[in-house]
């Protein structure tokens, strides 16, 4: 029989190894909530009761874990390479090498290229007098340009009758099915 104190060890367990998978493939909370079964907020509860900050974001000095096991092999291969006190191959050495460098590059770029999150603004206050005045600009700029384009609609259909064309519009302005 499992006593309440073992549920909850194993659940607590359950809830790091889900939060594991989201900091590796990025699950979101929300499923890995749906697959241990309870509500995300409870899951978030035991991941903070453990000691795990679920809102913390990656840093962009991070390194994804991918690159950290390739320099964990290339670490480990330069150790083997070395043991006993024999002298490496050059070209097993100078291969290693140009893989570290490249791997190297390839973190520079990842950390030029991360997003930093923008500072976030101070709202403006804007007055409700103001924000009336600008809506009032808005719709009288808006009715002007209809106007332009409604007077170029018809001086385009009138100079249209004059040269011959049926009074149609030939096509121009606004297009009525079954007129």
Do not use: W
Not at 25 to 47: S, T
Not at 69 to 96: C, S, W
Not at 140 to 157: K, T
Request: aromatic share 4%; proline share 5%.
């Amino acid at each position: 029989m499992t006593t309440r104190s073992d549920t909850a060890g194993s659940a607590s367990e359950r809830a790091c190894a889900g939060y594991r998978l989201h900091g590796k493939y990025g699950v979101p909370h929300a499923e890995i909530a749906f697959v241990l079964g309870v509500e995300e907020r409870i899951y978030l509860n035991r991941l903070r009761r453990g000691g795990i900050d679920p809102d913390m974001t990656k840093r962009a000095d991070d390194l994804p874990l991918d690159v950290e096991e390739i320099l964990a092999n290339i670490r480990n291969e330069l150790v083997r390479l070395t043991e006993g006190g024999k002298v490496p191959d050059k070209a097993a050495v100078d291969a290693l090498g140009s893989l570290a460098r490249a791997l190297k590059a390839f973190i520079e770029l990842a950390r030029e290229n991360t997003v930093q999150p923008a500072p976030a603004a101070d709202p403006v206050a804007v007055k409700p007098e103001e924000l009336r005045d600008a809506l009032a600009r808005i719709d009288r700029r808006i009715n002007e340009l209809a106007d332009v384009r409604a007077a170029e609609i018809i001086q385009r259909r009138h100079e249209g009758q004059f040269e011959g064309q049926s009074g149609d519009g030939g096509g121009q302005g606004v297009v009525l099915p079954g007129a």
